[in-house]
């Protein structure tokens, strides 16, 4: 038996032992990088808005009448850039001139506030 290839018996008990302990640490690392990728996409979109939100305030700022008050700029926000993110968003509660409910792939959503804006600062989206 000078010229046996092979693994022992022990050799292959810690390899299972190692790709066990490697799976038993991966998978749960990988179940949770999925959920914060959808958090973060959630994030994409309040970014999203909110940079609709400060687009709308300076074209009402710049426009003729100037800027009057937040139901102006609301106003201004819903008919044009508008509120529809694409096609993974939707609002299945809202979205209103106080906030609403944001929903990414139908999995994950997030209940946003709205802050009016002022003269000085444009309304801001958080959840």
Not at 32 to 37: F, I, R, V
Not at 40 to 62: F, H, P, Q, Y
Not at 98 to 125: C, D, H, N
Request: aromatic share 8%; with cysteine.
């Amino acid at each position: 038996m000078k010229n046996c290839n092979g693994f022992t018996l022990i050799e292959l008990i810690a390899s299972l032992v190692i790709f066990s302990v490697l799976a038993a640490v991966l998978i749960p690392r990988y179940i949770d990088a999925e959920t914060a990728a959808k958090y973060r996409a959630i994030d994409v979109g309040v970014s999203e808005i909110n940079g609709r939100e400060t687009l709308t305030w300076a074209m009402v700022k710049l426009s003729n009448t100037g800027y009057l008050n937040d139901d102006q700029v609301w106003t201004q926000l819903t008919t044009d850039p508008g509120t529809v993110l694409g096609p993974d968003y939707d609002w299945p509660s809202g979205p209103t001139i106080a906030g609403g409910v944001l929903r990414f792939k139908q999995e994950m959503s997030a209940s946003l506030i709205r802050t009016g804006s002022s003269r000085e600062t444009p309304a801001r989206w958080r959840r």
